[in-house]
């Protein structure tokens, strides 16, 4: 028979398979020598236009294309702004409703097609009020649109007027003046605390009008930015490849930082320019085994380590034995976020019904959740503030969040339903994925003791977030993270006139929290302002439209060979200044 | 000539159960899928293995042992009582699934195939349309749309694998129609449903079974592919699906008994239909019949 | 033969009609609102009502459809909700990719699976045959998930035998990471694909023609090789070329544990992110393509059977 003949042909394309595999893999070895930094980012990558800037992974990759008016400072924490574009920081009318912002000058954007001979022009104060006009056009539909609204002189009725075809760019805008190529005016309808923040988020950025108009609705994948990278190439759903910009402006390392930070080797290389390395690669991975193998080779600098693979790596905080000959690092850090089960209050039962909420709260295992859930990874929240913001407390009580089943059913009792008698079953809303599907779970188990009965709706996200919108959730859970070290950014999800479909999605509304959070509002960064925080958390605690679960921490792991890493939620344009130390990455990668 | 038919058709049965009585595989094969409905129906009476919802904390992910054979899960509980219990949610998919699929697939057929014409042309139409749809796709798509649940399930895949056995029983129509038995029962006065029902479709029953047991195969294998695309049964409930998509992170931390557990039920039962199936069709197979 | 192929040319349109109206039906109609899903969070009335006039949405049905026609016929489906991009160039880039893993996967197990099941077949209801099918059954059970995850850290993790994960769009450089995925494509096709083409070939062998054959003296291996598998040529040609669009579709699996940017990854993303446009514009295509290969593979069907023409 021939099908001998047909086997010894296959077993030699397997053997020729194979070894093409084992030769190709071979051939690679020299990129060792590339002054290179290896990110991966867990989603696909949407695009890298500023104003669709709504995910962690697109602001880790714009950050390092575009450049906000200000900065976070890389080593000091609690977090401090410091200009970026700007030249200095801006000044303030005493009634904190004008602001005076220069930039600096000799900043060009990125040379590109769309510029004249493609060399990049000098970035101007006008570019900044063409890119918020971008933010505000209803036409562009951007998520961002909330860090100036009801915020700005005259922005909001020029919005209005856009949506309705009355109204055009060329507009004057009072609220946003340029007197000059290198002077910013902003004037406001209210104080607004938070405004240099939002200066610092990426929604901000400026963006040269030429490459909107030559690229139009595509702009999303030609980014033109000022910043330190430039776009070298981006394979859809693989990776994204960032060369130095050759036209940046420049920036030194800081040579100042938290406490620690010189004993940890962080201002070793202070003064110096930025950046270290030629080259960003962000390689988008999402599912938890390949990133996990792909770090474990040396293949990516720079990793999370994922749930699944915390147990056999850390214990007791420390990196196991065989992960320290490594020459591995571990990176603890708070991340400035709040897990937490919401209700709708405007629920017949769930909203109306304080003592089932208390009985809900009193019988949530946070302890287990943490365990089960986060290996650990995080401190049990009290409120919604969390750790490295202004307000957060940790000596903060909250007397319904201890794990107290027979206190639980007290409460059932005063609700008016012993051992969940009378309850109709509610729907607990959620996501999709395994994780939140499981602890989706674990919160119909914890209900069950009581004798409450929940069903579980899993759906998209963007499903999960129309039901929201419409008010058609009854509790769900749901975690936020700081767009900016400002418990304003927390504390608006309660405020009442946030109410779905704003960002106030449990649609929680107390006359006496709203009146505390407009009076803080107006205030700076304050031990007054601190009082105000604290009062309106006991207020939160009264009345508990949430259940506030877990502030995360990070474990972030990086080869040895990575210098200058320190870890912040906020901080997304790290790649500047960190350093790959080639001679260390030669000797360790061997022992990979 | 009625009588004569039924004889006709009852000795192909008689046949057919004695040449599978003589085939030992095909004997253990039936046994085997008595056992899963019989599993399926103490589960769902909460007679056996009740522990499925116990949730021990202290035990997470441990492995197998001789309290639990098949280890425990993320919350403690018996995975082999959750796989036991999936059987449930697998029967249901399965009997409810395909026997939907073949009620609307051999009802339409049988038209299309009795009347010919206008009525054949319009669903010959319609089961080539839906027949050029990639059947993975039309279900994702259905179960997206009308949103995750048992219900949906059971229901998208009902209406969305349907054609094969139309086709089937279209063409066994067209054959049948013209046989003697038929045009004497015409000729007898017999309505046209009696026709259908009484008649003609007793004599395709055989190839509708071989039908039905390959659409439930299909059924419970459609149930994973989409509780892995979240489209599947509601959380909480033990199934296969989930069992087998929760690996994909388990896996990583060395928990696999849970995907096994998942994967025993359900290859046994896959192979005892499958081999069942072929048994069928030989002892029914008028080609292999004189065999 | 002529006749034929433009009769069934023709057959082709009332299907394609239908198939479009199914999709329509299926999105427009059942999936409720698009506008409001395509306006996202803090969407307002007036935008909500302005998107509906820019997709089109205030016109009468039957206008919305033909729309939607138009759409089909200039392959212009807009941009996704979730990431703004234009739906056409997500596709174009996803096609080669997905192709380059599926193509060699799928001729690799042909390769293997047609002599290993044309001699299961021969060997019929044998021990060998029983094992085999227990095998095969075995290897369709076990989940994908399981060759994938073992694979990537046997192979490639511990025995450093290819990369772990990741894509080159150069042509030379992207099989560096493709032949994993290949070789797993290929075990994970392996049982279904001996099982069902071990059925077409005991068809094929309890045939009147192969007993003749054998009566007149021709030697088993003459018969096997000659006559079975020419004719068994029919019912795999089909096989291959209905395979086609799926092979465009990609695995989904595979291409996001490998990091392949393929086709597959990207519908899953669009039923994670409830892009309608998206998915909407993923089955319509690959439904068209299904629909043109049946086409072709009922020609070829008609060039090798010369009795199917007169049907």
């Given amino acids: 028979m021939n099908l001998n003949r047909t086997f010894s042909r296959l077993a030699i394309v397997f053997v020729a398979l194979s070894f093409l595999g084992i030769t190709l893999g071979c051939t690679k070895k020299n990129s060792a020598k590339e002054n290179v930094l290896n990110n991966a980012i867990t989603a696909n990558l949407k695009g890298m236009d500023p104003i669709y800037a709504n995910d962690a992974y697109s602001n880790q990759v714009i950050s390092n294309i575009y450049e906000p008016l200000f900065e976070y400072h890389y080593l000091k924490r609690p977090l401090e702004l410091q200009p970026l574009v700007a030249s200095a920081m801006p000044t303030a009318s005493k009634d904190g409703l004008t602001h005076t912002i220069k930039i600096k000058k000799g900043i060009k954007f990125q040379d590109d097609e769309a510029f004249p001979e493609g060399k990049g022009r000098d970035l101007t104060a006008k570019d900044f009020i063409y890119s918020w006009k971008r933010l505000a056009d209803p036409a562009n539909q951007s998520d961002g649109f909330w860090i100036f609204d009801g915020k700005i002189k005259g922005l909001n009725e020029w919005r209005e007027k856009m949506g309705k075809g009355e109204a055009s760019y060329e507009d004057e805008i009072e609220g946003l003046q340029a007197p000059d190529d290198e002077t910013l005016v902003i004037k406001l309808t209210k104080p607004y605390f938070q405004l240099y923040y939002v200066l610092a988020m990426n929604y901000s950025a400026p963006v040269p009008k030429e490459a909107v108009d030559k690229y139009g609705k595509e702009f999303i994948n030609h980014p033109v930015g000022t910043g330190p990278f430039k776009l070298d190439s981006w394979t859809r759903n693989s990776k994204v490849v960032l060369v130095k910009n050759p036209t940046w402006h420049g920036g030194k390392y800081p040579s100042e930082g938290e406490e620690g930070d010189d004993a940890r080797g962080l201002l070793k290389d202070a003064g110096k320019d930025l950046p270290f390395v030629d080259k960003v690669v962000y390689s988008e991975i999402i599912e938890d085994q390949p990133r996990w193998l792909n770090f474990m080779k040396g293949k990516l600098d720079i990793v999370i380590i994922p749930k699944d693979n915390f147990d056999t790596s850390v214990s007791g905080d420390k990196l196991s034995k065989d992960l320290t000959d490594k020459g591995l690092k571990l990176e603890i850090n708070e991340e400035p976020d709040v897990t937490y089960m919401a209700f709708n209050m405007l629920d017949p039962i769930l909203g109306k019904n304080l003592e089932l909420r208390r009985a809900i709260s009193l019988a949530t295992d946070t302890n287990t959740l943490l365990e089960r859930f986060y290996n650990g990874r995080g401190v049990n929240a009290l409120s919604p503030i969390p750790p490295g913001i202004d307000g957060y407390d940790k000596d903060f009580k909250n007397p319904y969040k201890e794990f107290n089943i027979e206190k639980a059913k007290e409460h059932l009792k005063k609700a008016g339903y012993p051992d969940g008698k009378g309850l109709p079953e509610f729907e607990y809303s959620t996501t999709n994925s395994t994780t939140a599907r499981q602890m989706a779970e674990y919160t119909q188990q914890n209900l069950a003791a009581l004798g409450i009965k929940i069903r579980i709706a899993a759906t998209s996200w963007p499903q999960f977030t129309d039901k929201l919108r419409e008010k058609k959730a009854q509790m769900w859970g749901i975690a936020w993270s700081a767009d900016y070290p400002d418990a304003e950014n927390f504390l608006q999800l309660l405020y009442g006139k946030n109410v779905s479909p704003g960002p106030n999605s449990a649609n929680y509304v107390n006359k006496k929290f709203d009146e505390l959070y407009e009076k803080a509002l107006k205030l700076p960064p304050s031990p007054e302002r601190t009082v105000i925080y604290k009062q309106m958390k006991e207020i939160f605690v009264q009345d508990l439209p949430w259940i506030p679960n877990i502030h995360r921490k990070a474990y972030v792991l990086y080869h040895g060979w990575i210098e200058n890493y320190k870890r912040h939620a906020i901080i997304n344009g790290e790649a500047k200044y960190i350093r790959v130390n080639l001679n260390q990455k030669a000797k360790l990668a061997e022992k990979l | ?291 | 033969m002529l006749k034929y192929t433009i009769r069934r040319i023709l057959y082709v349109i009332p299907i394609l009609f239908g198939v479009t109206l199914v999709c329509f039906l299926l999105f427009n109609v059942a999936g409720g609102d698009p506008a409001a899903q395509a306006a996202g969070k803090y969407a307002t009335v007036e935008q909500i009502e302005s998107i509906r006039a820019e997709l089109g949405l205030n016109q009468p049905i039957y206008l919305q459809y033909l729309d939607y026609l138009k759409q089909i016929l200039t392959f212009d489906f807009g941009r996704s909700w979730s990431t703004k991009q234009k739906i056409s160039e997500m596709f174009w880039s996803g096609v080669g990719p997905s192709l380059s893993v599926t193509v060699p996967g799928f001729l690799i197990t042909l390769m293997i699976t047609i002599p290993l099941s044309l001699v299961l077949g021969y060997l019929r209801d044998s021990f060998i045959d029983r094992t085999a099918m227990v095998v095969c059954l075995a290897l369709i059970s076990i989940s994908s998930l399981v060759y994938i995850l073992a694979g990537q850290y046997f192979l490639a993790y511990l025995w450093g035998m290819f990369p772990i994960s990741g894509w080159d769009s150069s042509w030379t450089g992207r099989w560096e990471y493709t032949t994993l995925p290949i070789l797993i494509m290929v075990v994970l096709s392996l049982g279904g694909q001996i099982l069902f083409f071990r059925t077409i070939f005991i068809e094929e062998l309890s045939k009147d023609y192969v007993r003749t054959a054998r009566a007149k003296g021709l030697s088993n291996k003459k018969v096997l090789t000659k006559h079975i598998l020419r004719n068994a040529l029919i019912p795999i040609i089909t096989l291959v070329v209905l395979q086609v669009p799926f092979l465009i579709l990609g695995s989904l699996l595979l291409e996001s544990f490998f990091g392949i940017p393929g086709l597959g990854g990207l519908l899953v993303t669009a039923i994670n992110n409830a892009d309608f446009p998206v998915i909407k514009a993923m089955i319509v295509i690959l439904t068209i393509l299904y629909t043109t290969f049946n086409l072709i593979s009922d020609l070829l069907y008609a060039v090798v059977d010369p009795k199917v023409r007169l049907q």
């Fill in chain 2, 1 to 291: 000539m009625t009588s004569a038919q039924n004889t006709q058709g009852r000795s192909l049965w008689a046949d057919a159960i004695r040449k599978i009585k003589k085939n030992r595989i095909a004997v253990v094969s039936f046994w085997i899928i008595i056992a899963y409905i019989g599993l399926a129906a103490l589960c769902a009476m909460d007679l056996v293995f009740t522990s499925y919802s116990l949730v021990d904390n202290t035990i997470p992910y441990q492995a197998p042992s001789s309290a639990h054979w098949f280890g425990t899960d993320l919350f403690g509980r018996d995975v082999l009582a959750r796989a036991a219990h999936g059987t449930v949610t697998s029967l249901i998919v399965g009997f409810v699934g395909a026997g939907l699929s073949v009620l609307i697939g051999t009802l339409l057929g049988a038209l299309a195939g009795y009347f010919g014409g206008l009525v054949d042309e319009l669903i010959t139409w319609f089961y080539s349309t839906l027949d050029n749809i990639p059947y993975i796709l039309l279900l994702v798509a259905f179960s997206f749309v009308s949103g995750p649940g048992l219900k949906t399930l059971c229901l998208a895949i009902g209406l969305t694998s349907w054609v094969g056995h139309c086709r089937l029983v279209r063409s066994e129509f067209i054959k049948q129609r013209g046989q003697e038995y038929v045009q004497g029962a015409f000729s007898m006065g017999a309505s046209h449903a009696r026709r259908i029902f009484v008649h003609i479709l007793p004599n395709t029953l055989h190839l509708i079974l071989i039908s039905f047991s390959l659409g439930f195969v299909s059924a419970i294998k459609s149930e994973v592919i989409l509780s892995y695309l979240g489209l599947g049964v509601e959380p909480g409930t033990p199934s296969w699906g989930m069992m087998i998509s929760d690996a994909k992170l388990e896996l990583s931390r060395g928990v696999w008994w849970g995907l096994a557990a998942a994967t025993v039920f359900m290859f046994f039962l896959v192979l005892a239909f499958t081999l069942f199936n072929d048994a069928v069709r030989d002892a029914t197979d008028p080609k292999l019949r004189d065999k």
